[in-house]
């Protein structure tokens, strides 16, 4: 058994970063939009301008009045010298919220949570012009969890299907973090519990692969279905257990309910697994947050290649 | 005082309706998914199977599992024969179902639900073309609202600012229904206190009007502010009283606290005023449903002659 900081895993990847950013040649912009005074908006958005300055990219974090947020990110979608739009949710509720993530243009949306992006990742469009130049956008969290199941063994990114034959469970199907999750574990090959309070679903890969024209399905190498899995048996048949879920009321996972040698991921704010967990798990990782910061670095590099790929400008 | 009733007031819409239908010479065909068994999704559903029989739209309601809706959706965006999508919520929750709801093609969604059609709303821009010859659709509960405030005599069509100089309490903030509520009526010039659980705000009519180019701010007519306005004071001043509050824990507004003379409006499938709120009202609407299914109907036309006037077909 091992605890992973994600911490550490970070530093390898912002490194790379930084090295990156040097050789550019111009320096990179983030803007970032914060309503909140305290609270984990707050914290995240701290985590944000430790990260930028730890890898060389200039943070302009800027605190607003929520109903000012629309305002600020229209003029920071106008404004050329801003290579990156960070916005630190909550603001309204998740209906009023939904509609201020749109309103981010996709081109700098360095978190992945625009519906543009959503849907390339829903179909596994990987690529966003057809002569697979410029690369799609995946939501910071996931793509720092798959990140970590990587460092800890899980994840095989020279496979096909990097995560072929493993079985996980998530608790957690939110949008922002779950949903896209347990889509992206099956786009690359595992079977996948998802839990929310509304019952359990069944991600799997495709049998049937990419449908047919004539289907007008848009193309998803992925299942869904409704599931009456219970939790005690979704536990114990789980190569990898990933938890989020905000509350007190869960009880957190105990080393008995786990597959011994299961790898152990909570991105709750909350602790979802007993403090023991380690005694059975493989590996067991408490947080992610450092990895979260780091995938929207990597997001920036991303956007602004892409952004030479269409407009390239002499030195 | 006087109990309006939409349903007569829907009956002239949907003459005006009927007509131009019978002129058009094709069929219009309305694709509904329905995931729901019972509940207020299954009655919506009803309303629109009876309303389209009433003014001779074919109406093919499909009963789906709500994670074939995506999949549905797509072929109905797909399908030439399809003018039109109405999406059963809730499907899931209000995130996914935000997703959802984006994955309907704006030209077919007739009920405006379409962030593009959001935007246009908020923006308060009527045509999408620069010729201005195509409408944009709004959505049919808030139009619902403005046509009834109409019939009771509140809102003057022929005027640049039909509501001007009203004041108006809305309790109801929802993506769906309040929020853009009460941007369409600040648009139109009245100033509109708006409750939800998180509080009030005050939207009115922009006193700088449409900002500079230089702002980069979208062009917006109306204000929003954060407001420490309470109930009683909200009451007491508004001409125009309207509530969706789905919950009994609500206290159902009461004659003494309205101004004489207001005009009452329920769109909520609870009460949320006492009934002998006529005795203090110029007019009350206990209900709005038989509007809001006629104004999707309305939408349906209008999308249709947008297509017409982007493709003309040869007869």
């Given at each position: 058994?091992?605890?992973?900081?994600?911490?550490?895993?970070?530093?390898?990847?912002?490194?790379?970063?930084?090295?990156?950013?040097?050789?550019?040649?111009?320096?990179?912009?983030?803007?970032?939009?914060?309503?909140?005074?305290?609270?984990?908006?707050?914290?995240?958005?701290?985590?944000?301008?430790?990260?930028?300055?730890?890898?060389?990219?200039?943070?302009?974090?800027?605190?607003?009045?929520?109903?000012?947020?629309?305002?600020?990110?229209?003029?920071?979608?106008?404004?050329?010298?801003?290579?990156?739009?960070?916005?630190?949710?909550?603001?309204?509720?998740?209906?009023?919220?939904?509609?201020?993530?749109?309103?981010?243009?996709?081109?700098?949306?360095?978190?992945?949570?625009h519906s543009f992006w959503a849907r390339c990742l829903y179909q596994n469009r990987r690529f966003i012009d057809a002569e697979k130049r410029l690369k799609a956008i995946l939501p910071c969290t996931p793509l720092?969890?798959?990140?970590?199941?990587?460092?800890?063994?899980?994840?095989?990114?020279?496979?096909?299907?990097?995560?072929?034959?493993?079985?996980?469970?998530?608790?957690?199907?939110?949008?922002?973090?779950?949903?896209?999750?347990?889509?992206?574990?099956?786009?690359?090959?595992?079977?996948?519990?998802?839990?929310?309070?509304?019952?359990?679903?069944?991600?799997?890969?495709?049998?049937?692969?990419?449908?047919?024209?004539?289907?007008?399905?848009?193309?998803?190498?992925?299942?869904?279905?409704?599931?009456?899995?219970?939790?005690?048996?979704?536990?114990?048949?789980?190569?990898?257990?990933?938890?989020?879920?905000?509350?007190?009321?869960?009880?957190?996972?105990?080393?008995?309910?786990?597959?011994?040698?299961?790898?152990?991921?909570?991105?709750?704010?909350?602790?979802?697994?007993?403090?023991?967990?380690?005694?059975?798990?493989?590996?067991?990782?408490?947080?992610?947050?450092?990895?979260?910061?780091?995938?929207?670095?990597?997001?920036?590099?991303?956007?602004?290649?892409?952004?030479?790929?269409?407009?390239?400008?002499?030195?």
């Amino acid at each position: 058994m091992a605890v992973l900081d994600p911490a550490e895993i970070a530093k390898t990847y912002r490194d790379e970063i930084r090295d990156e950013i040097r050789r550019l040649g111009e320096p990179l912009v983030l803007a970032g939009f914060l309503a909140a005074e305290h609270g984990p908006s707050k914290t995240y958005a701290d985590y944000t301008a430790k990260a930028c300055s730890d890898v060389g990219v200039q943070f302009d974090l800027r605190q607003v009045a929520r109903l000012e947020a629309e305002d600020a990110i229209a003029q920071a979608n106008a404004d050329a010298s801003i290579h990156g739009i960070v916005v630190y949710y909550p603001l309204f509720g998740p209906e009023h919220d939904a509609y201020i993530r749109d309103l981010v243009e996709p081109a700098k949306d360095i978190e992945g949570l625009h519906s543009f992006w959503a849907r390339c990742l829903y179909q596994n469009r990987r690529f966003i012009d057809a002569e697979k130049r410029l690369k799609a956008i995946l939501p910071c969290t996931p793509l720092a969890i798959l990140k970590l199941l990587e460092a800890a063994g899980a994840f095989d990114a020279t496979a096909e299907k990097p995560l072929a034959g493993k079985r996980a469970t998530i608790f957690n199907r939110s949008e922002v973090v779950g949903r896209p999750l347990a889509s992206m574990m099956a786009n690359d090959g595992a079977e996948v519990v998802s839990f929310d309070v509304d019952g359990a679903q069944l991600f799997r890969p495709s049998e049937t692969g990419v449908p047919g024209a004539d289907t007008h399905r848009p193309p998803r190498p992925y299942d869904v279905s409704e599931s009456t899995v219970d939790r005690e048996t979704a536990l114990r048949d789980a190569d990898i257990v990933i938890t989020g879920v905000p509350s007190r009321s869960f009880p957190p996972v105990s080393p008995d309910e786990i597959k011994p040698g299961a790898i152990c991921i909570n991105f709750s704010t909350i602790k979802n697994f007993r403090e023991d967990i380690v005694e059975r798990a493989s590996v067991f990782v408490p947080r992610v947050g450092p990895m979260t910061v780091t995938m929207a670095l990597r997001n920036t590099l991303r956007l602004h290649r892409n952004a030479q790929l269409i407009r390239p400008r002499a030195r």
